[in-house]
């Protein structure tokens, strides 16, 4: 048996992280299973539809790399005829009938005759769940004898497109019950049933707007990348076991295991995903890096970069969790090389005590010495390490503020910079000593 998913938004709004985390799941279980997965429009509600964001869900979906196949048609709207048929064929046999509208106005609703039985689907996360589905009444599911309702439409779509496996969020399980008794109306097979868990704030409420970003275009504005993005919605419920959390699409759709995933709510955390999209950004070669740094700055529209940015790209991609940080990094801690090319920006004096918790006098003293240490690391190997290796420990001793502030302020010339190891590997050894040098001799004539 082929397994064939399907992803089946709503185009009534953005395209939530959730549902790209829903439509995740079915693309990660029918690849894993060698299927495939559905995509279908449900615009049945006619207000609140909109081509945009179809345009948006198909864009997200394309931009995540995660594949589908159209459904024919694509939109409920356009299979109005089949659910009517459906409809004619459930009053045929005696299983739903029309019945006056439960508040005055508009047509005969059509009602579904409950038949009242305890229904029992077996879920592949949650376990059985069993209804007892006497309480939903005869339930309407036609507004009139030729607007099928919501229920029989997702029904008749999954059976037309032989769907063999639902997976969908557990605020839908109540929906299935409902969808349970028409598909035995109408003698079709029951797919097999997922739900997953919802995707909680920190506070364990549902996750919405007034948490922060919730469509997936805001944190692609934002500069998260695709890759961090599909690998942290995968792990929000699920996990393959063991320590590791890197995985490519691929390796996802290998490990990928549904019965694993998890019955409650997933929390998010935004500091882990930027965790993640910081480890990826930092694992891209340079050139990819800086390709794609430049690609977003086109799409998003963001001001031209400074003339230095070739030059501080080493340092934003090693610091800048996302693209839109990185670019902060451009003018924040990297504007120390504004003036790099005249020899560097000025040394505010004022600036060296400021930070340093030390008087004038003392930071003098570790400049000197910091001079002497600095000197001392070979030229050749003049790199990050190499140079907290010499100066680390005496800043520890004498209290990091004190030595590492006025350093470096002395390299940069900045209140916000990278830290001066960083800066020194990056000036090399005759800028970095010169530039020491220069402010030592500023401090002496205060
Ligand atoms: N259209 C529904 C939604 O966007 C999905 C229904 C389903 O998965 O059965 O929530």
């Known amino acids: 048996m082929k397994v064939i998913t399907r ?7 953005k395209f939530h992280i959730g549902s790209a985390r829903t439509a995740l799941f079915n693309y990660l279980f029918a690849q894993h299973h060698g299927g495939t997965m559905f995509l279908r429009f449900e615009d049945t509600d006619a207000e609140r539809n909109k081509i945009e964001h179809e345009h948006d869900i198909i864009d997200g979906l394309h931009w995540l ?13 356009e299979r109005l005829d ?15 009938y029309e019945a006056e509208p439960a508040e005055n106005g ?14 029992t689907f077996s879920d592949l996360i949650r376990g059985e769940v069993s209804f007892d589905t006497a309480e939903l009444k005869d339930f309407i599911i036609a507004r009139n004898t030729g607007s099928p309702l919501y229920h029989l439409a997702v029904v008749a779509d999954d059976h037309d497109s032989g769907i063999t496996h639902v997976i969908r969020g557990e605020d839908h399980i109540s929906n299935t019950q409902r969808q349970i008794l028409i598909i035995e109306a109408l003698g079709f097979s029951r797919p097999v049933y997922a739900h997953i868990p919802l995707i909680l704030a920190p506070d364990r409420s549902k996750l919405s707007k007034r948490h922060g970003a919730i469509s997936l275009n805001e944190y692609r504005a934002e500069g998260f990348v695709a890759e961090a993005l599909v690998n942290y919605l995968a792990l929000l419920g699920w996990n393959p076991g063991g320590e590791r959390e890197l995985f490519s699409l691929a390796e996802l759709v290998r490990a990928f295991d549904i019965t694993q995933v998890q019955k409650s709510g997933a929390i998010f955390d935004l500091q882990k995903l930027r965790w993640f999209n910081h480890s990826y950004l930092k694992k891209l070669d340079a050139e990819e890096y800086e390709a794609r740094f430049a690609e977003y700055i086109k799409t998003e529209k963001k001001a031209a970069p400074p003339a230095y940015l070739s030059q501080a790209i080493r340092i934003v991609q090693e610091r800048g969790e996302t693209f839109g940080h990185a670019f902060e990094l451009l003018h924040t801690d990297c504007a120390f090389l504004e003036d790099n090319l005249n020899g560097g920006a000025p040394i505010p004096i004022p600036l060296l ?3 340093a918790k030390a008087d004038a006098l003392t930071v003098l003293a570790h400049l000197k010495k910091v001079l002497v240490l600095l000197s001392g690391v070979d030229e050749k190997s003049f790199t990050t390490d190499a140079i907290k290796d010499a100066v680390f420990p005496y800043a520890t001793g004498e209290g990091r503020a004190s030595v590492l502030w006025p350093l470096r302020v002395a390299l940069s010339g900045k209140e916000k910079s990278p830290d001066p ?3 020194a590997g ?6 970095t000593l010169s530039r020491v040098s220069n402010a030592i001799e500023m401090l002496s004539r205060v």
């Open 7 to 13: 992803f089946p938004p709503s185009p009534t709004g």
């Open 65 to 77: 790399g995660i594949s589908y196949t159209e459904s024919i048609p694509l939109r409920q709207s």
């Open 82 to 96: 089949v659910y009517r048929s459906y409809l004619h064929q459930l009053i045929e046999s005696g299983a739903a």
């Open 106 to 119: 508009g047509g005969n609703v059509v009602r579904f005759k409950n038949p009242n039985v305890k229904i």
């Open 353 to 355: 005590t400021k930070g």
């Open 421 to 423: 190891f960083t800066l």
């Open 426 to 431: 990056y000036l090399g050894k005759e800028r």
